[in-house]
């Protein structure tokens, strides 16, 4: 069996640290990845500090993976030795529910098996994720990666790029429209990105106002400090859409207030505790708050080739691993412009 060196968190009070263990021998369908980049996602850190519950210990977070194909099995038809292949935040679904029949693997009715902390069926234990130098994927969970896309800087796609690609497409984002994205992160910078590609008016709502400029430069038409109530109140009633991609307790009717009649807001961020919601912006207004869970495999791959036709890759800061605890403390005060990526070379 191939052994994997790794980072991995070994409790939830203790900084993550190195790790050796077994990928599985590939299985007919399988591909074996030689991971190159893997992207920070917030996630990470709600499970590595188990902040959602049910994490099992070591883990090995890292759910925005690209690398190099190493060997394939026999009954493998879509990669060969030396291609380049991206995994992203699932490795299996049950394949047979409605919703995976429809390419929708992340809404599996019996349940998806994420790339990291999910019940891996070949070993019996959890799945071991992308802070690791390999990984052993079926080729179904495999995705290709456009060639003419920096590497490190398309790795984040993989999660970032698709949680928020996928709902701006769902809901019809476009031309015509007014469009917030309520922090500017990892996923934050990615649907400023994609809002401005579709043709939507984007509006940058965050609480750093040191990120202005960025969000501007990222394709924002206008950035609104929710700090301040002046710059919220002239903004009510206004918006087509929005996207709320923060990963902290926040006042969710503040941001409400801000929708048309009959508008939604799209929550991405899953914060540690449930959020308080008043009625009061809701009734007003018939309001709507729906949720949204990254991507299926053929929007993902849409995605990625969307991304391949019109240059869109993420904004990074590539660092070694080692530097990994340093990064979820900058996560935590909102300082990352606009993902962290690890050079998995720090690993050798
Ligand atoms: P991130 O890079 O840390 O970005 C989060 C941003 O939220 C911060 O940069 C900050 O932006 C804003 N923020 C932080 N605390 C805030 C507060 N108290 N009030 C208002 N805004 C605040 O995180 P990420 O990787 O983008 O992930 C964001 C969330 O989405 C996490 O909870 C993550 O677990 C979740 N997620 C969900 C899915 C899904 O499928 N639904 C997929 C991936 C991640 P400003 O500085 O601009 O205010
Ligand atoms: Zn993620
Ligand atoms: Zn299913």
Redesign the pocket.
Known sequence: MPSAKAYAAHAATSPLGPFSFQRRDPQPGDVHIEILYCGV???DL?TARNEWGGTVYPCVPGHEIVGRVVRVGSGVKKFKPGDLAAVG?LVDSCRTCASCRDGLE?YCESGFVLTYNGPDKHSGGVTYGGYSDSIVVDEAFVLRVPTNLDLAAAAPLL??GI?TYSPLRHWGVGKGQKVGV???????HMAVKFANAFGAHVV?I???PG?AADARRLGAHEVII?KDPEQMKRHHNSFDFILD??????DVGAYLELLKRDATMVV????EKPLPLAMFPLVLGRRRVA????GGLPETQEMLDFCGERGIACDIELIPIGRINEAYER?LK?D?K??FVIDMASLK
């Open positions: 996602c917030h996630s709600h935040c992340q999660c970032a949680t309520i922090g500017l992160g990892g996923l934050g940058m965050t609480t750093s990120k929710s991609s923060v990963s902290a307790q926040h991405v961020g899953v914060p949720g949204s869970l990254i996560m909102s990352v606009y993902r």
